[in-house]
């Protein structure tokens, strides 16, 4: 007589409460094994669709920002006001387009990226944000039309953006990563 517990068979879900016996299953090593395993698979999944999906929407914003970039430096050249936005455009309008599509890449390249480039190693979201809010900053502060203050703001929501999915992404993940599911497993008598 053998004191293992056997193995139940798979059943299928009928849409019916489970009864307590199939509640209090226990599992044994291998199929915590195969549970953790299948999570962890399934999160690794989800997560690289998440992101993939967030380096198009930052590829798209910084396809935005070049055609601002575009749009600011020709009408700098010609001393027209831009079709962008209402009113007469802040100063170094051109320098400030140009580091929008600079941090737009270095946010691309920090975000879901295992091995960013070495020196975007140490360069943080919140670094982005903070450098991101100098246009519009200056923008309400120079009382600009508020067309140009939402335009230079475009750039930190795209960052904020960015910064709350991969956090969430990340977090997905826990504290310890997927060896954190290893740590629930448990040892039963018999199992």
Not at 4 to 9: C, D, I, L
Not at 69 to 86: C, D, H, M, N, Y
Request: proline content about 5%; overall charge negative; some cysteine.
């Amino acid at each position: 007589m053998s004191t293992a517990k056997q193995r139940r068979p798979f059943t299928a879900n009928t849409g019916e409460e489970p009864s307590v016996a199939e509640e209090d299953a226990v599992l044994d090593e291998q199929q915590q094994e195969e549970l953790v395993k299948t999570l962890t698979e399934e999160n690794q999944r989800g997560n690289s669709r998440w992101t993939e999906l967030l380096k198009v929407f930052m590829i798209c914003g910084g396809l935005v920002n070049v055609v601002g970039l575009i749009i600011i430096i020709r009408a700098s050249a010609s001393g027209k006001e831009p079709v962008l936005f209402t009113g007469e455009p802040i100063p170094l309008a051109p320098v400030f387009a140009l580091l929008s599509v600079v941090l737009t890449g270095i946010c691309y390249n920090i975000t879901g990226n295992p091995h960013p480039l070495s020196y975007f190693a140490k360069v943080t979201h919140e670094h982005l944000t903070i450098v991101s809010l100098a246009a519009p900053a200056l923008s309400f502060f120079l009382a600009r039309h508020r067309s140009q203050t939402f335009w230079w703001f475009a750039e930190t929501a795209l960052i904020g953006i960015c910064t709350t999915a991969h956090s969430i992404i990340t977090g997905s993940e826990g504290e310890k990563g997927p060896e954190g599911l290893n740590e629930l497993k448990y040892e039963y008598k018999g199992a």
